[in-house]
């Protein structure tokens, strides 16, 4: 049991250096090149957890610093694109069932928005991004909960870079007027 967590432990790290060099390049909807500067605004924790809002905000300013030649700005002049969403808690799974105990998956999905001051109605949708992520079930009540929340972690970290992952494959154009 604890070697399937230390292996989950080690794989996400793995994972999180591999991506962690991606370099994205996001690119504005209405000039050439890229954007080189965008705000984060507020990501709205929809779920009974209460704080992975922020731990998505920390994700995309990990991912967004990684990626070099985006800055991040604090205040608002009106042009500068503000990244917005909403984190919802999809439903968890039993994955599977081993002689060690029982595997669970939790999902997270996200939904957000590119929006400018100026700008009428958003000038991008991201669609649902997903994050998915296996745990084991701990001997206790305490570890089982333990371990759920280092998944949610995970998948909220997966979540940021499958978000900035879609904002460079499917740069922002404009979006068609919502009337």
Avoid at 26 to 37: F, S, W
Avoid at 122 to 132: E, T
Avoid at 136 to 158: I, K, Q, S
């Amino acid at each position: 049991m604890r070697g399937f967590l230390d292996s989950a432990r080690w794989a996400g790290l793995v994972a999180g250096l591999f991506h962690g060099g991606c370099g994205y390049r996001l690119v504005q909807p209405d000039a050439p090149g890229p954007i080189p500067v965008m705000r984060l605004g507020d990501i709205q924790d929809r779920t009974t957890e209460g704080d992975l809002g922020l731990c998505a905000v920390r994700g995309l300013r990990d991912g967004l610093s990684n990626a070099g030649g985006v800055a991040l700005r604090g205040d608002d002049d009106g042009t500068t694109p503000r990244l917005e969403g909403a984190l919802e808690l999809g439903p968890e799974r039993t994955a599977g069932f081993a002689d060690w105990g029982a595997a669970f998956e939790v999902e997270l999905r996200g939904r957000f928005t590119l929006e400018r001051a100026d700008a009428p109605w958003p000038v991008w949708r991201s669609g649902d991004v997903v994050a998915r992520v296996l745990y084991a079930r701990g001997p206790t009540a305490a570890a089982h909960e333990a371990n759920r929340r280092v998944a949610l972690e995970m998948a909220c970290t997966a979540l940021a870079t499958r978000l900035l992952e879609r904002l460079a494959d499917r740069p922002p154009v404009p979006v068609e007027s919502p009337e």
